[in-house]
């Protein structure tokens, strides 16, 4: 057992990070020079999202504690990234100089048997960085997937989020999409699959401009203290209920919980205020992005009158002067476009 | 994980039995558990306990037990100081088979002689030092440990509106209260404590029941978090003991009964609150008093009926053996109520 204390005193874990962590062991495909020829140029997506609906450390099932979140997914905003093979030379980006998704590329070409292959990687974000959107990851994981389509493979989530890791140290839970699983961000693994998918919720997020943008590489990592830890277990124990029996309500206590105990580590102005508009608006919770400036206010879709609510709610916070305020939703169904 | 620990953390885990269709009792075969084996996991961390590392603490029974399993586990001397009023042969032979040394102080009072047991272990700190005292009482850490049952009644039922638990140390009440009261800010908070017993301004005197009340104030009790006080007599709580185990197969201890009593009639007089209950012990120890209808027609005022209400009280008051009280505490300090 161990790791009682601070997070600063996390038992990383043995087995994990010998086998899983970096290259995967077993690699997909032969070893076939001429196979160059049968790359093509591959597409990947990857969504971003908009920080956690909760984030703290869990004990895994070895006994150890692992920092581990659940991500709230944002679909309307995506990384697109091509990959273009060429048979030599090295990986390059354009925009120039992004390194992690050169690192994820090589990392992917040779878990798949192509270490040899190299090309171009073309990434297109509207995905603003900085504010815990998950840019660098969404970047990483749509590389991932370019390539694995230009090899003409599929990957498995989990091979996914093992190869990201590997790529930046650390990576969201975007690639499980609309699944919801506690995931060990800094080891790219599952610490617990909830059973079911998000229950309807719209969002209406936000952020202040009195909070300066992160820097997700250089923030250091919050250090919980007891309490918090023995805190993180129900908000667990009560999301595996919430998502089981898909309640919106529920959700929204457990991302304030969490939220408040962010704001220990790293603050956001203006969090008494949102508790309150929340309140008012009859709102079942708020969230924050855990290292970023972002925040949002949690409403159940299927209750009554929800979307003038939260159209009310967006109003007044333009008016109030934040920015980037915006309505989305998960866990919804969604009309084809007309 | 080692292995001795992975088999105590699946034997502190209790299981679910609803006993209305919105009450859900917790049933430990040992409770104590959870909070020795989390005392003793810290006190590793923080470098307070080594293996082979010497322990003791003053108890009445089943955290002396469950801290003889984790020593005998961990390979940790142990000593333990009870009074005879509390501890049995079984019980006494039970301990010494897993290795621990017992002092047994003289309880002519039958009040627990919690003074006498503490000026021992004093003397044996004064002898051996290095010796680590759990404190369940006063340790912080003991109340922490109960993030994890706190954990397993909202993984269950989700929102909870009341919860009823016996206090002795206040760690099971006052920890899962508080990990509940984060999410739950509500959320209605029953004590559970019995006649001369001084945790709620009762003086001290002779208790049959035992297990929970207490005869010093332990820190780990936190008065303002307690909605409601009921004091249960031994007699209704053995006698919901016995109809709980002919009732519904639940083998536990008087302590649990007294809980279940309190919590049935909360969630009936309640339908559309959701109630969580702590049943602490397995009946194993009460073979010979509570399940023995022999010993128990020897005590005055057996049969008892049980009472479908408790007599409400609004100042605190000494009760018979017979009796079951229930007083609003309202979250007040217990200095203010005793006022």
Same mark, same amino acid.
């Given at each position: 057992?161990?790791?009682?204390?601070?997070?600063?005193?996390?038992?990383?874990?043995?087995?994990? +990070?010998?086998?899983?962590?970096?290259?995967?062991?077993?690699?997909?495909?032969?070893?076939?020079?001429?196979?160059?020829?049968?790359?093509?140029?591959?597409?990947?997506?990857?969504?971003?999202?908009?920080?956690?609906?909760?984030?703290?450390?869990?004990?895994?099932?070895?006994?150890?504690?692992?920092?581990?979140?659940?991500? @709230?997914?944002?679909?309307?905003?995506?990384?697109?990234?091509?990959?273009?093979?060429?048979?030599?030379?090295?990986?390059?980006?354009?925009?120039?100089?992004?390194?992690?998704?050169?690192?994820?590329?090589?990392?992917?070409?040779?878990? @798949?048997?192509?270490? $040899?292959?190299?090309?171009?990687?073309?990434?297109?974000?509207?995905?603003? =960085?900085?504010?815990?959107?998950?840019?660098?990851?969404?970047?990483?994981?749509?590389?991932?997937?370019?390539?694995?389509?230009?090899? &003409?493979?599929?990957?498995?989530?989990?091979?996914?989020?093992?190869?990201?890791?590997?790529?930046?140290?650390?990576?969201?839970?975007?690639?499980?999409?609309?699944?919801?699983?506690?995931?060990?961000?800094?080891?790219?693994?599952?610490?617990?699959?909830?059973?079911?998918?998000?229950?309807?919720?719209? !969002?209406?997020?936000?952020?202040?401009?009195?909070?300066?943008?992160?820097?997700?590489?250089?923030?250091?990592?919050?250090?919980?203290?007891?309490?918090? =830890?023995?805190?993180?277990?129900?908000?667990?124990?009560?999301?595996?209920?919430?998502?089981?029996?898909?309640?919106?309500?529920?959700?929204?206590?457990?991302?304030?919980?969490?939220?408040?105990?962010?704001?220990?580590?790293? %603050?956001?102005?203006?969090?008494?205020?949102?508790?309150?508009?929340?309140?008012?608006?009859?709102?079942?919770?708020?969230?924050?992005?855990?290292?970023?400036?972002?925040?949002?206010?949690?409403?159940? #879709?299927?209750?009554?009158?929800?979307?003038?609510?939260?159209?009310?709610?967006?109003?007044?916070?333009?008016?109030?002067?934040?920015?980037?305020? *915006?309505?989305?939703?998960?866990?919804?169904?969604?009309?084809?476009?007309? | 994980?080692?292995?001795?620990?992975?088999?105590?953390?699946?034997?502190?885990?209790?299981?679910?039995?609803?006993?209305?269709?919105?009450?859900?009792?917790?049933?430990?075969?040992?409770?104590?558990?959870?909070?020795?084996?989390? /005392?003793?996991?810290?006190?590793?961390?923080?470098?307070?306990?080594?293996?082979?590392?010497?322990?003791?603490?003053?108890?009445? &029974?089943?955290?002396?037990?469950?801290?003889?399993?984790?020593?005998? #586990?961990?390979?940790?001397?142990?000593?333990?100081?009870?009074?005879?009023?509390?501890? $049995?042969?079984?019980?006494?032979?039970?301990?010494?088979?897993?290795?621990?040394?017992?002092?047994?102080?003289?309880?002519?009072?039958?009040?627990?002689?919690?003074?006498?047991? @503490?000026?021992?272990?004093?003397? /044996?700190?004064?002898?051996?030092?290095?010796?680590?005292?759990?404190?369940?009482?006063?340790?912080?850490?003991?109340?922490?440990?109960?993030?994890?049952?706190?954990?397993?009644?909202?993984?269950?039922?989700?929102?909870? $509106?009341?919860?009823?638990?016996?206090?002795?140390?206040?760690?099971?009440?006052?920890?899962?209260?508080?990990?509940?009261?984060?999410?739950?800010?509500?959320?209605?908070? =029953?004590?559970?404590?019995?006649?001369?017993?001084?945790?709620?301004?009762?003086?001290?005197?002779?208790?049959?029941?035992?297990?929970?009340?207490? +005869?010093? /104030?332990?820190?780990?009790?936190?008065?303002?978090?307690?909605?409601?006080?009921?004091?249960?007599?031994?007699?209704?709580?053995?006698?919901?003991?016995?109809?709980?185990?002919?009732?519904?197969? @639940?083998?536990?201890?008087?302590? +649990?009964?007294?809980? #279940?009593?309190?919590?049935?009639?909360?969630?009936?007089?309640?339908?559309?609150?959701?109630?969580?209950? =702590?049943?602490?012990?397995?009946?194993?120890?009460?073979?010979?008093?509570?399940?023995?209808?022999?010993?128990?027609?020897?005590?005055?005022?057996?049969?008892?009926? /049980? #009472?479908?209400?408790?007599?409400? !009280?609004?100042?605190?008051? %000494?009760?018979?053996?017979?009796?079951?009280?229930?007083?609003?505490?309202?979250?007040?300090?217990? *200095?203010?109520?005793?006022?």
């Amino acid at each position: 057992m161990g790791g009682h204390f601070s997070v600063g005193s996390i038992t990383m874990p043995r087995e994990k +990070s010998s086998q899983d962590r970096g290259r995967p062991k077993h690699k997909v495909g032969a070893s076939a020079a001429s196979r160059k020829a049968s790359l093509r140029v591959g597409i990947g997506h990857a969504i971003a999202h908009h920080g956690e609906l909760l984030q703290g450390v869990f004990e895994g099932e070895d006994g150890h504690l692992r920092r581990g979140l659940v991500t @709230l997914p944002l679909t309307s905003r995506q990384s697109l990234v091509t990959f273009w093979p060429r048979d030599s030379g090295s990986i390059r980006t354009r925009p120039r100089g992004r390194g992690k998704a050169v690192r994820a590329a090589a990392l992917t070409l040779d878990h @798949l048997g192509y270490s $040899d292959a190299a090309g171009d990687l073309t990434i297109e974000s509207h995905i603003p =960085i900085g504010h815990g959107y998950g840019s660098s990851t969404a970047d990483v994981v749509a590389t991932i997937r370019a390539v694995a389509a230009g090899v &003409g493979a599929t990957l498995r989530r989990s091979t996914v989020c093992r190869l990201a890791v590997a790529a930046e140290e650390a990576c969201d839970a975007v690639a499980y999409e609309d699944q919801v699983v506690l995931f060990a961000q800094r080891e790219g693994y599952v610490i617990e699959h909830f059973a079911g998918e998000f229950p309807p919720l719209l !969002i209406v997020g936000f952020r202040s401009g009195d909070d300066s943008p992160v820097d997700t590489l250089h923030l250091p990592p919050a250090r919980y203290n007891s309490e918090e =830890i023995e805190q993180f277990r129900a908000l667990r124990g009560m999301f595996c209920h919430a998502i089981r029996r898909q309640d919106p309500r529920l959700l929204g206590r457990i991302a304030t919980a969490s939220a408040r105990i962010s704001q220990r580590h790293l %603050e956001k102005s203006h969090f008494d205020a949102t508790l309150e508009r929340a309140e008012t608006h009859g709102a079942c919770g708020i969230q924050v992005a855990h290292s970023g400036t972002l925040m949002g206010v949690l409403f159940d #879709a299927n209750e009554i009158k929800t979307a003038p609510r939260a159209r009310e709610l967006a109003a007044g916070l333009r008016r109030g002067g934040f920015e980037d305020v *915006t309505i989305f939703s998960i866990g919804m169904d969604r009309a084809p476009p007309s | 994980m080692n292995h001795p620990d992975a088999f105590l953390c699946s034997y502190e885990q209790p299981r679910p039995s609803w006993l209305a269709p919105n009450l859900l009792a917790a049933c430990f075969p040992l409770m104590k558990l959870m909070p020795a084996r989390f /005392i003793l996991a810290r006190a590793c961390d923080a470098v307070l306990l080594h293996p082979g590392g010497h322990l003791a603490e003053t108890t009445s &029974g089943t955290f002396g037990l469950a801290l003889a399993m984790l020593a005998a #586990a961990h390979s940790y001397n142990l000593t333990l100081v009870s009074a005879d009023s509390l501890m $049995d042969t079984s019980l006494r032979r039970r301990l010494e088979l897993l290795g621990a040394n017992l002092v047994i102080v003289e309880d002519r009072l039958g009040s627990g002689a919690q003074d006498e047991r @503490l000026r021992r272990l004093r003397a /044996i700190f004064d002898e051996r030092p290095e010796t680590f005292w759990p404190r369940q009482y006063d340790n912080p850490d003991n109340s922490l440990s109960y993030g994890r049952l706190a954990e397993w009644f909202v993984r269950i039922v989700g929102h909870i $509106d009341c919860l009823v638990a016996c206090v002795g140390s206040g760690g099971s009440l006052c920890g899962t209260g508080r990990f509940l009261r984060m999410l739950f800010p509500d959320l209605v908070i =029953i004590a559970v404590d019995t006649h001369r017993s001084c945790l709620f301004g009762q003086p001290v005197g002779r208790r049959l029941l035992r297990g929970l009340g207490n +005869s010093i /104030i332990p820190a780990n009790l936190i008065h303002e978090m307690v909605d409601e006080v009921h004091w249960v007599g031994a007699l209704p709580a053995f006698a919901e003991t016995r109809r709980l185990y002919r009732e519904r197969a @639940l083998f536990m201890g008087p302590t +649990s009964g007294a809980a #279940a009593l309190v919590g049935q009639w909360y969630a009936h007089a309640h339908p559309g609150a959701m109630t969580a209950v =702590i049943l602490p012990d397995e009946g194993y120890r009460y073979q010979e008093t509570v399940y023995n209808d022999e010993w128990l027609s020897a005590l005055q005022g057996w049969p008892l009926a /049980i #009472a479908a209400t408790p007599l409400c !009280i609004d100042k605190i008051e %000494e009760g018979s053996e017979a009796d079951w009280h229930r007083m609003a505490w309202a979250r007040r300090t217990l *200095t203010t109520v005793s006022a």
